[in-house]
């Protein structure tokens, strides 16, 4: 079976930094085609934020605009876990993101969630 868990979530005040990490298993590498953060705030729907792919051995990431400048996805295919550094955190950053997957077969699994919360 297939889990995702985050990790790194928690209290941080405008301009702080927080790393997000997750670690998927129940699957092998190669089966994984990309990796996401997704974020939703209260009230709001859940939003794309950054994504990695893993089927190629540069990866290409991808940003939603608002954090772009600010927040880096990385990748480590040998442990099939992403990470998010984010830096500058906003208060509108205040969200509980989601780890991603995204398999060769088609298949889409989601982590629990952790929560963020950026004080101002």
């Known amino acids: 079976q297939v889990q995702l868990v985050e990790s790194g979530g928690g209290l941080v005040q405008f301009g702080g930094s927080l790393r997000l990490s997750c670690v998927a298993s129940?699957?092998?590498?190669?089966?994984?085609?990309?990796m996401a953060w997704y974020r939703q705030a209260p009230g709001k729907q859940r939003e794309l934020v950054a994504s990695m792919t893993f089927m190629t051995s540069s990866g290409t990431a991808t940003y939603v605009d608002s954090v772009k400048g600010r927040f880096t996805i990385f990748r480590d295919i040998a442990e099939r876990s992403v990470s998010l550094q984010m830096n500058s955190l906003k208060p509108e950053d205040t969200a509980v993101y989601y780890c991603n997957m995204a398999t060769r077969f088609g298949a889409t699994h989601w982590g629990q969630g952790t929560p963020v919360t950026v004080s101002s």
């Open positions: 129940g699957i092998g590498t190669a089966s994984i085609a990309a």
